[in-house]
């Protein structure tokens, strides 16, 4: 037994504790009383009719029997405390070595077992683990991380699929949470070479599953991955094929709890190098692996928006891997740093996904392949949009149309409505709302409008009736408190809710031509707790026993979770994903409003897949360089999410704690950083025009912007390698230099598809930057003469800046399109702006680009031929085009003006174009710099240019 409690294996020590009380007990109550200690029991009595008094009746005895008795009390009393002693001494050396054996595990090896209600060492032991409070920085309550908790494997069955494996508890081991289920199943599923499906569930009783399918397009012979299975203590490992004896994921460790509310499966890693799991709340890019807690639960608190239980793992070899847990329960994340992951989910299945890349990018694709390719933007969604949820009157409306900036998106919001009411205007406060969309609509812009889920209960949209909204557990409409009042939330389980909101939207587009909408507060969020009646005191799901760390409410400014929708589903299983559904509804909505179009839709709360039908706004910053910052972290973790049109406020949502930051150079500094933004939106609280800034100011704003404009064909392809193969618009930079162990840890530095790195000024007053190259080629764009070698020489390097440049390096082995000029809107953008191809030689003298074209707003350009697909590729001597896709729905009339050529390595003096003879005489060659202008080349058609 001793050995058995050394390694925490067989019996938690609480059976020590309650094996003591019990023999304790059982000792006292048979020999502690004397009127139960045999041969005293007396039948006679007095003469008075009371039995006499036992030292009464000793007195008569004789002193035989007297001496008798003595000599058997004393064995009596002998006999306790032999048993007792013997009863302590059987728990004492356990308990010393459970806690020499607690004591002597290191820091990096203890995996938190709190569950975030534990509050004593005495509970702490009767699950069998360990109590350490002087150890700083680690949880008090732990296991050590091979401590034996869980299930076995009682039969298993190989599938040419994949494996069936049947599960059952370990009885000697004391249950932590009440429910546990004794059998389980696991079913692991080859669903290609590069992905696996590991689900485990309760086979007896049917568990809430998030409705998302998946496709098995098993081979067999090229499985990228060797799986192994340990059957005493069920778990299992994940290695490469090639690289067997590195284990990339490995759950044989501790802790396998499946209960009704409390889902637990830990995961040992092969390196700390994990990005993921957050969004709009500020952690930084590299996770930190030190008892971090990370809570999936959307809410407006702390703006935890979305859930999105996906990690992206950088191998200890250097290889990259990627986890999706497909649970939409709440659900706590810890980062521990054996290194390991925890995740606690409070209810639904165990059913998650491994991708074995092994580069990044391949994640990506492959990732995408199980939730959806993001959508393919409308090309005016890549513009500059600006708005206001307060404007006023017509005329505000009407100056921000006529700005002279390059505009396309102009966004409005609660101001515009009829006494807070959804889906309404205000026609009293803006009688010329007509004639001002009219404008827009001539000056080539569009429309745009800030949505919220809520319908008010005097809203005609409200019918008390009607069973397309979600319901308390009594089967009555739940009512929440809003901003505009007593409101009712759409259920978009119901499948009578498409039909209800497309009707909804029609009405409201024949009043407000929109073009598209941005979906807020649909986590969704409300003012009050659960209702505006509460919620139950009793009901498991509203209180349940495992709290989230860093959200111990559910129902803090939402639904009850004892809510109910459609098919009896309820709110505490869907919360996570009612995002993403009334993403996919409204889109559905929108498409049947806005007919062979693409419309634009926006959304506040997501899960994994919601690209698939909308982006994401990070509405509710604020003006601070802090906050700007983080906006970096936000969208490069959305873009590994499958959102890759996603954007920060630009110059901050309201004020922040000091007034003095939300001044000029921050918006422009903001302004900068928003070109390479994939969404550039600017939508302040309180409406403040850029006009009103200095002549300076605006002026670099206005270089900003059109920057973007000119950027376009090359922003708009990598839309459609993200629609077409899952890509990312914005990376990391260590997606393309994972053996730069550097980039790891970079989050103030950016890639811009895989051409142009984006080193953004990031602080106030800052003349010189300090800039991280890795080994590559760099261009710098501003400078000619500033080409960075960082094959030989790659690390930091110091950069001079002003407010007027924009600090990022175009890649070596890139060509990157951009237009010639920029126009007012992307429409006239795209039907005159002819190109310019910037080729940027690599150090081996090659470079490679890209486009993709098509009208820019038709809804099937693609599944339709109507687009242009052009490959470029460059050498020391030529530069070739090749139109690999051309189709006649899609006539592109534009033309290259102009080509760049850097990085030569002898000085040009001849060009030619084409199998002409003739010298093409309109070129420079200066500060390395080859420059051929006035071309004209149709860019529908192949060429080649020659330079020597």
């Known amino acids: 037994m001793g050995d058995n409690i050394h390694q925490l294996t067989s019996l938690p020590y609480s059976n020590f504790e309650d094996e003591h009380s019990e023999d304790a007990d059982h000792a006292h109550g048979e020999h502690g009383h004397g009127d139960h200690i045999p041969h005293l029991h007396v039948e006679n009595v007095t003469s008075s009719g009371r039995k006499p008094r036992l030292t009464e009746k000793f007195k008569t005895l004789t002193k035989e029997k007297k001496i008798t008795i003595i000599l058997a009390s004393l064995l009596v009393i002998l006999s306790v405390f032999t ?88 009885d000697a081991l004391d249950s932590i949470f009440p429910d546990e289920v004794k059998t389980l199943k696991c079913i692991i599923s080859y669903e290609t070479d590069s992905r696996l499906r590991v689900k485990i569930f309760d086979p007896a009783n049917e568990r809430y599953e998030v409705p998302m399918s998946s496709h098995h397009e098993v081979s067999g012979h090229r499985m990228q991955y060797i799986l192994t299975i340990t059957r005493q203590m069920f778990g299992f490992s994940v290695s490469r094929t090639h690289e067997a004896t590195s284990t990339i994921f490995n759950t044989t460790m501790e802790g396998l709890i499946f209960s009704d509310q409390l889902l637990q499966l830990n995961m040992a890693l092969s390196s700390s190098n994990v990005y993921g799991l957050s969004g709009d709340h500020k952690d930084g890019l590299l996770r930190k692996m030190e008892f971090n807690y990370q809570s999936v639960w959307a809410t407006s608190v702390e703006k935890r928006h979305g859930a999105h239980p996906f ?118 406060r803006y009688p010329n709302i007509e004639d001002t969309i009219s404008d827009l609509h001539n000056k080539e812009k569009v429309l745009l409008v800030d949505t919220r889920p809520a319908i008010l209960l005097n809203s005609s949209l409200y019918d008390e009736n009607a069973t397309n909204f979600v319901r308390d557990s009594a089967n009555k409409t739940i009512v929440a408190k809003v901003a505009g009042g007593e409101a009712a939330l759409p ?97 559905a909505a929108l498409s049947g409003v806005i007919k062979e179009q693409r419309s634009l839709l926006l959304s506040r709360s997501t899960y994994l897949g919601s690209g698939v039908h909308t982006g994401h706004f990070i509405k509710e910053n604020r003006a601070t360089w802090e906050d700007m910052r983080h906006s970096i972290v936000a969208m490069l973790n959305y873009n590994m999410y499958g959102i890759p049109l996603v954007g920060a406020n630009i110059c901050g949502y309201k004020i922040g704690d000091d007034p003095d930051e939300a001044g000029e150079e921050l918006c422009v500094r903001w302004h900068q950083l928003a070109t390479f933004y994939p969404l550039a939106k600017r939508y302040p609280a309180v409406e403040t025009q850029m006009l009103n800034f200095g002549n300076d100011t605006v002026k670099r704003i206005q270089d900003a912007v059109e920057l973007r404009y000119k950027l376009l064909p090359t922003l708009y392809t990598l839309f459609y390698s993200a629609h077409t193969r899952g890509l990312t618009v914005v990376s990391p930079l260590f997606f393309d230099y994972l053996d730069d162990k550097n980039t790891l840890s970079i989050e103030t530095q950016f890639m811009f598809g895989t051409g142009i790195m984006f080193a953004p000024v990031l602080k106030p007053g800052v003349t010189e930057h300090e800039v991280y190259f890795p080994k590559d080629l760099w261009y710098d764009y501003n400078n000619p003469n500033n080409v960075i070698d960082g094959v030989n020489d790659h690390g930091l390097s110091n950069q001079s800046v002003s407010l007027d440049k924009q600090t990022y390096y175009a890649r070596g082995g890139h060509i990157i399109v951009t237009h010639f000029s920029s126009f007012s809107n992307t429409k006239e953008t795209n039907e005159k702006g002819d190109y310019v191809l910037d080729v940027y030689l690599s150090a081996s003298g090659q470079s490679y680009g890209e486009l993709y074209t098509d009208d820019g707003v038709s809804m099937h350009t693609i599944t339709h031929d109507q687009f242009l697909y052009v490959k470029f590729n460059a050498s020391q001597e030529h530069l070739r085009s090749e139109v690999t896709l051309r189709f006649p729905g899609h006539d592109n009339k534009n033309k290259i003006q102009e080509i760049n050529i850097r990085g030569l390595t002898n000085h040009t003096k001849e060009v030619v174009v084409g199998d002409s003879t003739d010298l093409w005489e309109n070129f420079t060659f200066q500060d390395g710099v080859l420059c051929v202008k006035s071309l004209e080349l149709p860019i529908v058609e192949a060429f080649m240019l020659t330079y020597r």
């Open 311 to 428: 990690l992206l793992h950088v191998e200890k070899d250097g290889h990259a891997s990627g986890f999706f847990l497909q649970n939409s329960n709440a659900m706590d994340v810890v980062l521990s740093p054996y290194p390991s992951i925890t995740f606690r989910t409070s209810g639904g299945i165990l059913d998650f996904y491994i991708f074995l890349g092994p580069t990044p990018a391949e994640v990506m694709t492959q990732f995408s392949d199980k939730i959806g390719k993001p959508f393919l933007p409308p090309l005016w969604a890549l513009g500059y949009h600006f708005g206001s949820e307060n404007f006023q009157t017509d005329e505000e409306i009407s100056a921000l149309v006529n700005s002279t900036f390059p505009l396309d998106g102009v966004w409005v919001g609660k101001s515009t409505l009829e006494e807070n009411m959804e889906f309404t205007v205000d026609a009293a």
């Open 83 to 170: 048993i007792v002693y013997a009863s302590v001494e059987k728990h004492r050396k356990p308990l010393e070595d459970h806690e020499a054996t607690c004591k002597a595990v290191e820091k990096f090896e203890r995996v938190d077992a709190g569950f975030n209600i534990t509050k004593t060492k005495k509970q702490c032991l009767k699950w069998g683990a360990c109590w350490d409070f002087t150890a700083l920085g680690s949880p008090e309550c732990f296991y050590p991380f091979s401590n034996r908790r869980g299930y076995r494997v009682v039969t298993s069955k190989v599938q040419v699929w994949g494996m069936e494996i049947d599960l059952e508890r370990i």
């Open 491 to 587: 259920d978009y389980f119901h499948p009578d809710t498409l039909n209800w909101l497309q009707g909804a939207l029609t009405t409201y587009r024949s009043a407000l031509s929109f073009a598209g909408l941005f979906i807020d507060e649909n986590e969704p969020s409300t003012l009050s707790d659960g209702s505006v009646g509460g919620c139950s005191n009793t009901d498991s799901y509203d209180d349940p026993i495992y709290r989230l760390r860093n959200v111990p409410k559910l129902k803090k400014k939402t639904l009850c979770p004892s809510a109910r929708h459609h098919g009896g589903l309820r709110h505490y299983d869907v919360h996570n994903i009612y995002g993403w559904k009334s993403s996919a509804v409204t889109n």
